[in-house]
């Protein structure tokens, strides 16, 4: 849906642009063998667009990746780095957050979060309690989850790794009065993107930041690098 909105906003910008109108007229000025100039230009800035259009943030999250995934092949690092290590860790302690949260039972994640995330998630988790906004979840569907972040130093304290999650949360709207699901009319689903970062500590990663909302430039954000 985000993709068919950015689409028409493209189309509608293109086709009220003053180049598009220099364009359409130079077709005409071009069969004529006079000057092609605007139209080569108008064809320019149109794959300029195009370009733009295609560089989303998941293409971003998965150029990333790639680069994370071979710096990591290449690279001398020990067992705690593997790939498919990070990826677990990534989505286990995402889910494990989601269902604390639908449990109300933070306090069964707080060792694999450190005391910064805890006190935060807690503090979210009250407020929405409090103005009567928490939602029951019925179901959490990881649809993308891909490192793009790898900061690997000499010092391992000083570790950290980020990882792209997206997918879908299906929830009830709760009733105020008996904080029950109502009825099936009432299921919502919402689309969720987050980064993920997470530190080392004794040889452990613990999630250190969340951020949602993401954008471009949040996942360019993400550095890939190890220390020599």
Known sequence: ???????ILFLLLISTSEL???GIWSIYLFGKNETPWTWVTFIAVIIIFVLL????????????SGVARRLLKHSKTDSLWEVKKLESNAKNI????????KNNNLLSINQIVTSEIYDQLCCNTNKQ???EEAKKIKRVDVDILELIGI????IDSCDKYSAYIEGIV??????NSNKKPTSKKEKLKEEFSYIYQFIRVSNEWKLDAISDSVKL???YNSKIWVEK
């Open 217 to 219: 430039k949040d996942v």
């Open 1 to 7: 849906m985000k993709r068919i909105k950015a689409l």
């Open 20 to 22: 598009f109108s220099q």
């Open 170 to 175: 299906t929830y009830f709207e709760t009733n």
């Open 94 to 101: 995402f889910l494990s957050i989601q269902y604390a949260i």
């Open 151 to 154: 900061e690997d130093f000499k």
């Open 129 to 131: 309690l409090e103005n």
């Open 53 to 64: 259009f295609t560089i989303t943030s998941i293409t971003a999250v998965f150029w990333k």
